[in-house]
C-alpha cells in the first residue's frame, strides 16, 4: 500500500490542474508520510469544489478517544472493501472522495536489510492525481480534517513492487469522482489499476522518501 508520497509539485500546477489556491497554511513538503498535514481537494455538501488541508490517516466520525490514541491503520483503504470497513463505511456511503495531488509516491523493494526505494511518477512527467475519502472527526480540540488514500490491485508495472497501488484519476474522471451523485457503478470503474504505460519507476535515495516539510526560504513563489 502507498505509505509515502512526493508533495513538491510546484503551486502553480495545483491551481492550473483544479483552478484553486493551495490553503495558505500548507507549508510545502519534499516528502508526505501518514499523520501529516496534506491539502485535499473535496466537494462538501452545498458548497463549491474547494482545497483543505487534511490529516493523512481517516479518523472516523464514529470515534470518540483522543487523537493521540488512535492507532489502526487507516491511510490507506482497500477499493474493494472500503464500503464494508467500518473505519470508511460513513464516508463511503456518503460519497466524501477527495482528489490529491502528488508529485509521485514510493514504494520498496527487497530484503529488510538491502531495501530500495522506488518513485512511481506518471511516464508523461505531470503530477498525479488519486483518489481518496475524507471524514471531519470531531475531537478534543475541535473539528478535524482527516483523508485516506483509496488502494486497488496494482498495474503489471507496479505490481513489481507491490500488489496494490494508489486509486490513479485522469481529468476527465475528476467532476465524477467528485460529485456525489454520481452512480456506483462509475465510481467501481474508476477504482481499477491504471494502463500500465501511465506510470514510471525509478529508483529512489533515502534522503529522497524522508518525510520533511519545506523551510519557508525554500516556497517557491
Given at each position: ?118 518513485e512511481i511518477q506518471r511516464a508523461d512527467g505531470r503530477p498525479l492525481v488519486l483518489g481518496g475519502l475524507w471524514e471531519t472527526w470531531i475531537g478534543e480540540f475541535g473539528p478535524l480534517e482527516t483523508f485516506t488514500l483509496l488502494a486497488c490491485p496494482a498495474n503489471a508495472l507496479v505490481s513489481q513492487l507491490h500488489d496494490r497501488q ?56
Open positions: 500500500m502507498c505509505g509515502r508520497v512526493n508533495g513538491n509539485f510546484h503551486p502553480t500546477n495545483f491551481h492550473s490542474m483544479f483552478g484553486l489556491i493551495l490553503p495558505p497554511e500548507w507549508p510545502g513538503a519534499y516528502a508526505v508520510a501518514p499523520t501529516m498535514p496534506y491539502p485535499i481537494v473535496r466537494l462538501p455538501p452545498g458548497k463549491r469544489v474547494q482545497a483543505t488541508l487534511a490529516r493523512w490517516g481517516l479518523v472516523p466520525a464514529m470515534y470518540h478517544g483522543v487523537l493521540r490514541k488512535f492507532k489502526p491503520s487507516t491511510f490507506n483503504a482497500r477499493s474493494e472493501d472500503a464500503q464494508q470497513r467500518p473505519s470508511f463505511t460513513l464516508a463511503y456511503q456518503e460519497a466524501r472522495r477527495c482528489l490529491v495531488l502528488v508529485q509521485s509516491f514510493y514504494e520498496w523493494s527487497g530484503e529488510p536489510e538491502k531495501r530500495q526505494a522506488y494508489p486509486v490513479i484519476l485522469e481529468r476527465s474522471n475528476w467532476r465524477a469522482w467528485l460529485d456525489p451523485r454520481t452512480p456506483e457503478r462509475p465510481i467501481s470503474n474508476l477504482m481499477q489499476p491504471c494502463a500500465h504505460d501511465v506510470p514510471r519507476i525509478s529508483p529512489a535515495s533515502s534522503q529522497d522518501t524522508r518525510p520533511m516539510h519545506k523551510r519557508p526560504a525554500e516556497q517557491v513563489a
